[in-house]
């Protein structure tokens, strides 16, 4: 999902169409943040990739072994406005704020045999120099083939009902497994999967681990690109994801599918065995 401004022969407006991405995500600033929260917002970034269980007050904590005094009420405003959360069961985790229609947890005791069984998606945090962008994306369960991505610097439902379009023009899920945050309930990206008769599950409270191949991927993301590369732009981490997530599908081989790779066990649609580990 590379997009070229100055491309010879397509404008950005008709490559965003091709590749299925919103033109106004492409042209999205970083949000303006504080300089000295913004480093504060790395560390607590890189630390949570390492320890997705820590809480706040654990958060605060571990900053003050590095050298940041700051008081917890700080510390949960910057992981809130990073839309990160300790991945640990407790009530009320997917807490959004706003009343929207319940769906049931379809997921219990589901063996995943094929590709298009279930798909998942989750959001993160994507640092840039002098602000940061959201990542969305869709993940087949079975094969762990990423379907599509988008960023955007909010986190509106808008860019999440365009990562699904994407992934809808790749094939069609029996189920559909979210969690509950304003961007999944929302009535667009709801709507969207009704249209296409996708049956939706949405993780009950506290089954902290039902998202658990998105976490895993997130990891990789962060560790293999994100951190190698100091994106200064949107464009930037366009571009660096834009030659990641290719990699990841098609080159990057999982010791958890025997060492092939994500984009050969999805196309090559094997119903045999369970759910890899």
Known sequence: MLIVPE???LSVRRQC?????SRGGFYYEPVAVNPEDLALMRL???QYTRMPFYGVRKMTAWLDTVGHHVNVKRVRRLLRQMGLEAVYPKPHLSFNGTEHRRYP???RGLKIVRPNQVWSADITYVRLDGGFVYLVAILDWFSRYVLAWEVSNTLDADFCVSALDAALR???PDIFNSDQGVQFTSSGFVDRLEKEEIRISMDGRGRCFDNIFVERLWRSVKYEEVYLHDYGTVADAHRGLG???PFYNGERLHEAL???TPSAVHW???AAGGLPC
């Open 7 to 9: 491309h010879p022969m």
């Open 17 to 21: 169409e091709l590749l299925g991405v």
């Open 44 to 46: 607590l970034d890189e």
């Open 105 to 107: 947890y379809l997921l």
């Open 170 to 172: 790749r094939g069609t």
């Open 243 to 245: 030659n990641y997530f």
């Open 258 to 260: 025997e060492y092939k």
């Open 268 to 270: 090559q649609g094997s």
